[in-house]
């Protein structure tokens, strides 16, 4: 167990949840002396109308703006140095993100490399930005990434075909405003998919080598929320109420695993994402029980805590039956969601399994994983996920 008296710290931007939060918008760029804003957003969330009260918002306050929206899923370098180039010709000094993960990575990104005039790889790892970012706002339109009040940006290199964590207190937004009416156009897949990218954040941040008493606290009522609510939330899609409990959870996970960091599932997932273009909820989803399977030992009374949260009752249970109730209940969420397929059905194949490894091994989330994996363990595992 960790000593509580261990120093850890905590951090989180300000941000306003519940109904009617991303009207605030216009108030918040114009206290912040807003005079441009580049917003980021991508042309799905466009579409779906859910940027336009932000253009009411800040044309109430007489504040000018440029959209870039040129993001698809997994954000790329070449969009992040397109995005600053952009920011920078149009003279804006402030950012508003307005999606799910990828625009509002691309968002993060773009602040740090327009204001530290570097390429984007430069700042890949832990601790690698000297200069913030301009202010930046975020407004989650999905529950699940939590970028908006993350330590994290992940974004695509094409070239090495992986993805890079860049790990700083310089990209977490100053403000997030995080308003469950902008899920009520997630469809069913997207909503699985985002819901398991949460439980994946809050069972990894929960079994961290870095957890702390607080970021506990905040996995396990994530734990606790989405695996009660993830089933009827996609079977009931346009249930405002379900829709807030989905955000909260994604909520509650960003701020533990944005302080506990993650562990061998995003590892992997970051390498299989880059690897094949794939939804990183998807690859949480394909890896979760797998690796839990793999860690357990190493933690036990920690996932102990994760199954009761999950709703299991496990007083007197043995830890080997403890184990093996635990991965059915995951186990049972993803074909109640119907994610019954395997990696093999996604186009991996087993020689892509060592480059998938190596690239897993490099990456940041590994550091915290509860049990060190060599190279033969995580190609095992990915084995074991074909």
Avoid: W
């Amino acid at each position: 167990m960790n000593n509580a008296l261990e120093l850890r710290k905590f951090v989180a931007p300000e941000f306003i949840f519940g109904s009617g939060a991303r009207l605030l918008v216009g108030r918040y760029a114009k206290n912040f002396g807003a005079r441009k804003v580049l917003i980021v957003t991508d042309h799905d969330v466009m579409a779906a109308g859910l940027v336009d009260p932000v253009f009411e918002a800040l044309k109430d306050e007489g504040i000018d703006y440029e959209i870039y929206s040129n993001i698809k899923p997994n954000p790329t370098v070449q969009q992040v140095t397109e995005g600053s180039k952009f920011y920078l010709d149009k003279n804006c000094n402030f950012i508003v993100a307005v999606g799910g993960g990828s625009p509002m990575d691309c968002a993060k990104a773009i602040g740090i490399v327009s204001s530290n005039h570097k390429e984007v790889r430069e700042f890949e790892g832990v601790d690698k930005v000297l200069i913030p970012s301009p202010p930046l706002i975020c407004i989650p339109t999905t529950a699940g990434s939590a970028a908006d009040v993350s330590q994290f940006a992940i974004i695509t290199d094409n070239d090495r075909k992986l993805k890079m964590a860049i790990v700083s207190k310089t990209v977490v937004p100053d403000v997030a405003l995080i308003d469950p009416e902008t899920t009520l156009t997630m469809d069913k897949s997207l909503t699985i998919c985002t819901g398991f990218d949460v439980l994946s954040h809050a069972v990894e941040a929960f079994a961290s080598n870095a957890s702390s008493p607080i970021t506990d606290l905040h996995a396990l009522e994530a734990i606790r929320l989405v695996s009660q609510n993830i089933i009827p939330t996609s079977n009931d899609l346009k249930n405002i109420n379900l829709r807030g409990k989905m955000m909260l959870s994604s909520l509650h996970a960003g701020l533990a695993f944005s302080n506990a960091s993650l562990g061998l599932i995003h590892a992997m997932a970051h390498s299989l994402g880059g690897f094949l273009d794939l939804p990183h909820g998807e690859c949480n989803a394909l890896l979760l029980d797998h690796v839990l399977d793999f860690n357990f030992d190493s933690e036990i009374q920690k996932y102990r805590k994760i199954g009761k949260a999950l709703g299991l009752e496990l007083d007197g249970m043995s830890d080997y039956n403890a184990k093996k109730v635990i991965l059915s209940r995951i186990k049972d969420l993803k074909s109640q969601a119907d994610v019954t397929y395997t990696l093999k059905d996604t186009g991996v194949t087993p020689e892509d399994i060592p480059e998938l490894a190596r690239k897993a091994m490099n990456d940041a989330c590994i550091i915290t994983n509860p049990r060190k994996p060599t190279q033969s363990d995580v190609e095992e595992i990915f084995r074991n996920a074909l």
